[in-house]
């Protein structure tokens, strides 16, 4: 089955304490994309990548990083989380052609304290 | 800077009758519009897009208009289903490139 995969699909965690997220996808997708989503703002991309070793920050890059090193993985690093970094996390991949609709994880509910 | 808004946070509708969704984008280099449909607890799912060379894309219930000189586009979905319960977002990109912005999202309910 075409999907991709996000883990944890929930985690509580500390305020400074180092996280990952993981998403994988098994469709060969060029495009690779990470988007947060809070009350009252939808979802805003924090970064994008083209392909391997090509990344570029979204709108709300600040306090992430995020590497890609194979084509079917990107994960999501919070080197130092805050509380203002709890949020809902989706991870998204599409083909570089053809239809230009992301398909989209199912979410990771993180809860910084 | 929302570039690109939805300004009604909720819709109701009555089953069988139509709805429309709006959604307003400042952008002038918007080329490519999407709509994506989210129920609670899963990822967004693309819905329907249409590019800024058409002003009409259909595919079955759905709809979805382009007023190029309003920057504004509808989704519209006739009959409504209960079903079709769920938050709608709009989304646009430059170019069709890996760069999406997403509206706010409107909550539809369809009333059995």
């Known amino acids: 089955e075409a999907q991709v995969t996000q883990n944890p699909r929930y985690l509580i965690t500390v305020t400074g304490k180092k996280l990952t997220v993981t998403c994988s996808q098994n469709m060969n997708h060029e495009y690779m994309s990470w988007y947060r989503q809070d009350p009252g703002l939808g979802l805003r991309q924090i970064y994008y990548s083209m392909n391997v070793e090509v990344t570029d920050k979204g709108d709300v890059p600040e306090g992430y990083k995020v590497s890609r090193k194979e084509k079917r993985n990107f994960p999501l690093i919070l080197e130092s989380p805050s509380p203002n970094q709890t949020s809902l996390y989706f991870c998204?991949?599409?083909?570089?052609?053809?239809?230009?609709?992301?398909?989209f994880g199912s979410g990771t509910r993180l809860t910084v304290v | 800077d929302q570039q690109v808004k939805q300004n009604s946070p909720s819709l109701s509708v009555q089953e069988g009758r139509i709805s429309i969704l709006n959604c307003d984008y400042t952008n002038s280099m918007f080329d490519y519009f999407l709509w994506y449909k989210k129920y609670p607890a899963e990822g967004p799912t693309f819905l329907i897009s249409i590019s800024s060379i058409k002003d009409k894309n259909e595919d079955g219930r759905f709809t979805v208009f382009l007023n190029k000189s309003a920057k504004h586009l509808s989704l519209h979905i006739v009959p409504s289903q209960p079903g079709d319960s769920a938050v709608y977002f709009c989304?646009?990109?430059?170019?069709?490139?890996?760069?999406?912005?997403f509206g706010e999202g409107t909550q539809l309910t369809v009333n059995p």
């Open positions: 998204a991949s599409r083909a570089q052609t053809g239809s230009y609709g992301y398909t």
């Open positions: 989304a646009a990109s430059v170019n069709s490139g890996s760069r999406l912005t």
